[in-house]
Nanobody
Framework: QVHVVESGGGLVQAGGSLRLSCVAS????????MGWFRQPPGKEREFVAA????????YYRDSVEGRFTISRDDAKNTVYLQMTALEHEDTAGYFC???????????????????WGRGTQVTVSS
């Protein structure tokens, strides 16, 4: 079992920045592919970004490419999502996810990951 906990959400003005953090525990963090998803108000959950284990390759949804950066620190069992140039449309609950079986970052967008956090709210005021 993997326990996933997000932090760092909040209220920010459009154009601002925010960094989300996610700690995963319970099993070897370096064996996990990690990802971020979000659920805007009244909409379905959607993929945001992912980072693979070992080679740290990244993959993003088109609308955040160039604005968001996912990274990981295996020594701290933590994955980050640095968000810049935030837009009102980025307002959502953000969820961190982890998976042992996925060997690529893109795979986190194809098949839902196995382990999920409870989410952290990001609100961007326009």
């Amino acid at each position: 079992q993997v326990h996933v906990v997000e932090s760092g959400g909040g209220l920010v003005q459009a154009g601002g920045s925010l960094r989300l953090s996610c700690v995963a525990s319970g099993r070897t963090f370096s064996d996990l592919a990690m990802g971020w998803f979000r659920q805007p108000p009244g909409k379905e959950r959607e993929f945001v970004a992912a980072i693979s284990r070992q080679d740290f390759r990244t993959y993003y949804r088109d609308s955040v490419e160039g604005r968001f950066t996912i990274s990981r620190d295996d020594a701290k069992n933590t994955v980050y999502l640095q968000m810049t140039a935030l837009e009102h449309e980025d307002t959502a609950g953000y969820f961190c996810a982890a998976d042992y079986s996925k060997t690529t970052a893109k795979a986190m967008d194809v098949i839902p990951p196995e382990y999920w956090g409870r989410g952290t709210q990001v609100t961007v005021s326009s």
